[in-house]
Structures are given as structure tokens and as C-alpha cells.
């Protein structure tokens, strides 16, 4: 959650807000520093999308999405959904800083090169490319 005695809580807030400002959407956009459990729920049970902060690894569930985008071990840690399993793979986090900077930037590289528009519309354009060379022969 939000801590509002970290000055880069604070600073990030800020800068946030400023940039929806700038963008002329701040009267769309609310910022929620901390909820309760009961709220984030019913937040995301309403949302469309949820956005999460690029460069840190990933601890997931082992089940939809999540199996397709996340790279065991590289990009993050594909968990069974009990509290054991997350707590390890937290642990490994802890027991090495540096292991969750790796991972990190890993993820961003895999999420940039596997999922962008670009990237997307590539793969887009080659799939029309073969389904024409196929009607053509």
C-alpha cells in the first residue's frame, strides 16, 4: 500500500497527478493510495484492465493468462494458488535482491519483444502474408 512517510510514495504520487493534469485527464482519473481487501476486490471485479508496473517479475497462479506470458524462472514464478507456493517463490525474492532485478528486466524485454504493437502487428502482417501464399497455391 501507500505510505505516505516514503518520499518516493509521495514524489510518485505527485508526478502522477501532475501528468494526468498535464494530459487534461485528471477529472477521469482517481488515484486510491490504499483500500482494503473488500474494496480492491470490488475495484477489480469492475475494471477492465489492470496495469502493472514494468521491470519486476511476476508471481502468478499456474492456470490462464498468466502460463502464456510468464516464464517460469526468467520472468517471474508460475505458483500453485496456495499460500505456500507464493510464499516461496516471495522468499527467493528476498533471499535475493538481485535475482527479482534480473527477473525484472527480463520481463520487460520478453513483454516488449513478445507483445508489443509492433511486434503484434508483425506477426499480424506475416499470418496474412501465409494465408494468402496458401490461396494462391
Known amino acids: 500500500g501507500f505510505d505516505k512517510r516514503l ?3 509521495v514524489e510518485y504520487l505527485e508526478e502522477l497527478k501532475n ?3 498535464r494530459e487534461g485527464v485528471s477529472g477521469r482519473v482517481n ?3 490504499s483500500c ?3 474494496e480492491r476486490n470490488a475495484l477489480l471485479s469492475q475494471c477492465l484492465s ?3 508496473t514494468p521491470k519486476k517479475p511476476v508471481i502468478a497462479c499456474h492456470s490462464g493468462g498468466p502460463v502464456e506470458t510468464v516464464k517460469n524462472g526468467a520472468t517471474g514464478y508460475l505458483c500453485e494458488p496456495t499460500p505456500r507456493e507464493f510464499s516461496l517463490a516471495m522468499a527467493k525474492f528476498i533471499q535475493d535482491p538481485r535475482r527479482a532485478e534480473r ?7 520478453h513483454v516488449t519483444e513478445s507483445f508489443s504493437t509492433k511486434i503484434f502487428g508483425q506477426h499480424l502482417n ?3 502474408v501465409d ?3 496458401r490461396k494462391r497455391d
Open 36 to 38: 482494503s481487501t473488500a
Open 31 to 33: 488515484f486510491i493510495t
Open 19 to 21: 501528468l494526468s493534469e
Open 50 to 52: 489492470v496495469l502493472y
Open 7 to 9: 518520499w518516493e510514495n
Open 126 to 128: 506475416q499470418y496474412l
Open 103 to 109: 527477473m525484472g528486466i527480463e520481463a520487460r524485454r
Open 131 to 133: 494465408v494468402a501464399r
